[in-house]
């Protein structure tokens, strides 16, 4: 079965800090690879998603995402947060041709001003 | 779109009681998925279904709970009794494909329970 670590369980920045969320999956061929976020009291937004093409992805709100595949990783980056990005992260991954959907536990982000 | 539509929003119940979740998932797509978020346990699937057939339910935590798709624009989440320890944000999402090919999952506002 796939499986999604997200190491950084609880990150706290300053506004205008740059960010990087690690996401590592363990499924070794073709996957499709999404970042959602999760504001305080609302539901799983989707950010970016990566499926083929160019490994550098960029979603809304100045957020980018890098696949590699050989390390199994896809980070959520952003150059510079805002308190406004204070939210809960979750990254997730469908392999090709299980069609199960695998969440990461989340990253849970603090933007201090 | 109108997206995903889950009913009721908020329910406050109490222990022993029935409680019935509902979703209308996006019309076209062919996935529909159950999800439970807890603080303590974070996002778990529960189940989900491709055209309208139960496809896994392994994340079901037991008989009190199920779940049903009658067609594809409709489906329920029951648990029976409910207790305390269900209280929880429970989540619908459909998708095309299931997420394959680049198909985004796209989820519901959550209906949010209390059991007391």
């Known amino acids: 079965a796939q499986s999604v670590s997200q190491h950084n369980h609880h990150v706290i920045l300053s506004e205008a800090a740059s960010l990087e969320l690690g996401c590592n999956y363990s499924?070794?061929?073709?996957?499709?690879l999404f970042w959602y976020v999760q504001y305080p009291g609302q539901h799983l937004q989707l950010l970016l998603k990566?499926?083929?093409?160019?490994?550098l992805v960029k979603g809304i709100k100045g957020f980018e995402a890098e696949f590699i595949k050989s390390k199994f990783s896809f980070n959520l980056r952003k150059p510079s947060v805002q308190w406004s990005d204070t939210a809960e992260y979750f990254c997730a991954v469908v392999s090709g041709g299980y069609q199960k959907v695998t969440f990461g536990t989340g990253t849970k982000l603090q933007v201090i001003p | 779109d109108a997206g995903v539509i889950q009913s009721p929003r908020h329910e406050v119940t109490e222990m022993g009681q029935e409680v019935t979740l509902r979703c209308k998932p996006i019309?076209?797509?062919?996935?529909l998925f159950w999800y439970r978020q807890t603080m303590m346990r974070g996002l778990e699937l529960l189940i989900y279904?491709?055209?309208?057939?139960?496809?896994?339910d392994s994340g079901m935590p037991e008989d009190r709970f199920s779940a049903k798709m009658p067609n594809a624009s409709f489906s329920t989440l029951k648990i029976q009794p409910s207790e305390p320890r269900d209280s929880a944000v429970y989540f619908c999402?459909?998708?095309?494909?299931?997420?394959?090919?680049?198909?985004?999952?796209?989820f519901g506002e959550g209906s949010w329970l209390t059991v007391v």
């Open positions: 999402a459909s998708s095309l494909t299931g997420g394959n090919y680049g198909n985004t999952i796209y």
């Open positions: 019309s076209g797509h062919d996935y």
């Open positions: 499924y070794g061929g073709t996957v499709n």
């Open positions: 279904f491709n055209n309208n057939v139960p496809i896994d």
């Open positions: 990566y499926f083929s093409g160019d490994p």
